[in-house]
């Protein structure tokens, strides 16, 4: 894959809004990210993502991290009435550390997973299933 600049294998740091927290990869998932950092190398991408975090930890009450650069940060209150389902849905921030666009397999260093406050909402729209 390459991108508008010719590069191949290339990392994303991606920061995403919406219903979903950004592990689901749902079809359409693309149209929810609100920002986007392309890089050559992982040191770099890892680079991009740790700013990014200590940037949304600051504005954001709630996470859930996965161990492979996936998080997701919400505020309670942070909802969508979704006239399919009949019910308010949170809204999560997500951002994600990707390769060509899909998760990597690579571990984030532990307190960017381990310093979880997970109490969320986890219901979801059945409609996106």
């Known amino acids: ?5 010719g ?3 290339m ?5 995403m809004y ?3 927290e950004p592990w689901w990869f749902f079809e359409e998932w693309r149209n929810d ?11 770099e991408a890892e680079a991009c993502y740790q700013k990014q975090w200590a940037k949304l930890t600051e504005h954001y009450t709630h996470i859930y991290a996965r161990p492979n650069y996936l998080s997701a940060f919400w505020n309670e209150g942070e909802e969508r ?3 399919e389902c009949d019910d308010d849905l949170q809204q999560y921030k997500g951002l994600a ?4 666009y899909q998760p990597v397999t690579v571990e984030s260093r532990k307190e960017l997973y381990e310093a979880t406050n997970s109490s969320r909402k986890t219901k979801r729209c059945q409609r996106s299933l």
Not at 1 to 5: F, H, Q, V
């Open 1 to 5: 894959m390459k991108d508008k600049r």
């Open 11 to 15: 990392y994303q740091v991606i920061t």
């Open 18 to 20: 919406g219903d979903n």
């Open 33 to 43: 990210i609100d920002e986007e950092y392309a890089f050559r190398s992982l040191e």
């Open 7 to 9: 590069w191949k294998n």
């Open 97 to 100: 550390l990707l390769k060509d």
């Open 81 to 83: 009435w979704c006239e």
